[in-house]
Structures are given as C-alpha cells and as structure tokens.
C-alpha cells in the first residue's frame, strides 16, 4: 500500500505509543503533523487526507525512536516555554515547564527594580537553549522594563543553539551572549542572575528520557551541589548589592544548599509547591 488514510494512521501510530507516551494520541498527532506540515485541525477538517509511503516511512522512523524512549522534543527538535518555540537538540537541556518560575520570578524582582536605575541588568547563567533569556526577554519587554540581558554557557554548540533561538524570536538584539565556564569570563554585576544548573547527585537515577540530554547539564557530582558550590562563592562579584539570585536545585539537597549559602553570608528564600519540596532558591547579599 503506498497511501493511507489520515485518521487510520493516527490510530495505529496512537496504539504504538501505548505504554511509551503519556498522551499516545496528542503525540502521534504531533508527530504526524510535523511530518505533514499541517496544523493539528487537519485532523478534523481533512479525515480522509492521503499519506505518502514516503511520509509514513519518516513518521515510523519517529515512532520507533519514541518507543525506544527518546523525547518527543528531540524527535521534533523543539519545545515550547513560556509560549516561545524553542529549537532543542542533543547539547541542550530540554526547557521543563516548572522552569518557568524562574522567568516569573525573576520579571517580579526587576518590576520592583525598574524605578530605581535608568536600566537594569540581568544574567542567564548557563543559558543553555537560551530559553530563560528568551523569555525573560520577551516579558520584559512586554512590560517596558529597560534590561539589557547577557546570556553565558560552557559548551559552544549550547550557545549556538541559543542565538539560533533568540534569532528565530526576534530578540537577539536584546541579549549578549558569552562563552564562559559559570563566571570566569563574566566581569560585571547584574541586578538579576537566573540559573537552573545541574543539580542531580552522580548515582542518581533518571528516567530514559534524560538519558538523552547532555551529562554536564544534569549532573553535580557526588552531592549534586558542585555547580552551587561555584555559584555562591562568586555571588559577591557579579551581583549588585540589591540583586538577587533565583535559582532552581534538587529538593533533597536543601539543607545542604542552605549552608552553602549561610557559609557565605547571604540570605536565602525558598520557593516552590510546598515544604519540603520546594525547588527553588533566591539569595540576596
């Protein structure tokens, strides 16, 4: 058979990701209708749309490697954060919708600020897909607060993947990027650091999907708190002294972070559903 029809593939891609997907349906939708170039009311307005064996060959090649337990985002090669379309590939960490608490509140700290200096700064440590710079940028501008935005990474191909996403936004003039290991070729003080850095403990156990995203993004050594240890050690100097730091970490190491963070004299705020399982922390000088 070299064509069928819309509707039948659907169902037999859907009954394949059974067990795989936790919305067998909207994921064989998804990846049907990238392959297609349709939009997903096609599903609806044209049932009976005819398939090519070429097509169906490319959407089985997606299924097998979903079944295998790759993500949907690399499958696609893009993530939606924060309403933002964001390229994704193996050198980035997929944006995770809790992340975007972050972007809130790091938008909540500079509307408090804005009436304070002509313009404010704020630094996306470790940027990654750039998606917390994106969107903070995106929001910022959304309610005129003057920011101007550096973004930095360790890894060359993640900070491509960046730009390539602040171009396809719109937004590259709104933010600088810099090749550099956390802080080392960071030289000047911001008012506003996000960070979601890798926080996960070396023997921890994770979900076959992770295993497909980079090791430097996820692990943090023994403890999980390598990364941490680097950040609040450096707070000092690239923070201005009415900043604040909003960062996300690995509920379990909470009482661990505290200390780091109280070793170094500064005030920590946690945040997140409920104790103990918040995950995110603000420190302030």
Same mark, same amino acid.
């Given at each position: 058979m070299n064509t069928i029809k819309l509707t039948e593939f659907l169902k037999f891609s859907s009954d394949l990701l059974k067990g795989v997907a936790n919305n067998p349906q909207l994921e064989a939708?998804? =990846? &049907? #209708?990238?392959?297609?170039?349709?939009?997903?009311?096609?599903?609806?307005?044209?049932?009976?749309?005819?398939?090519?064996?070429?097509?169906?060959? =490319? &959407? #089985?090649?997606?299924?097998?490697?979903r079944r295998a337990g790759q993500p949907l985002s690399l499958i696609l090669g893009e993530k939606e954060f924060f309403s933002l379309n964001f390229k994704v590939n193996q050198y980035v960490l997929t944006p995770r919708p809790e992340s975007e608490f972050l972007v809130e509140r790091g938008i909540y700290h500079l509307e408090k600020m804005q009436s304070q200096k002509e313009k404010l700064k704020a630094l996306d440590l470790g940027t990654g897909s750039g998606a917390l710079a994106c969107a903070l940028a995106s929001e910022s501008a959304k309610k005129k607060i003057n920011l101007a935005i550096t973004a930095s990474d360790v890894c060359e191909l993640a900070l491509k993947t960046a730009k390539e996403n602040a171009c396809r936004l719109n937004i590259s003039d709104q933010i600088s990027f810099v090749l550099s290991d956390w802080f080392s070729n960071i030289d000047e003080k911001f008012d506003l650091i996000l960070c979601n850095p890798p926080y996960l403990m070396e023997k921890s156990t994770v979900g076959v999907e992770t295993l497909y995203e980079p090791i430097k993004a996820l692990y943090a050594g023994k403890d999980g708190l390598d990364a941490y240890r680097l950040i609040v050690k450096n707070l000092r100097n690239c923070l201005e002294d009415s900043g604040v730091f909003v960062g996300e970490f690995d509920p379990t190491a909470k009482g661990k972070l505290l200390e780091l963070a109280e070793a170094c004299q500064l005030k920590c705020s946690l945040f997140g559903e409920t104790e103990p399982t918040s995950r995110f922390i603000e420190i302030n000088l």
């Open positions: 939708r998804l =990846i &049907i #209708a990238d392959v297609l170039k349709i939009d997903r009311l096609n599903f609806i307005s044209k049932p009976d749309l005819l398939m090519s064996k070429d097509q169906i060959k =490319i &959407i #089985a090649t997606h299924i097998r490697k």
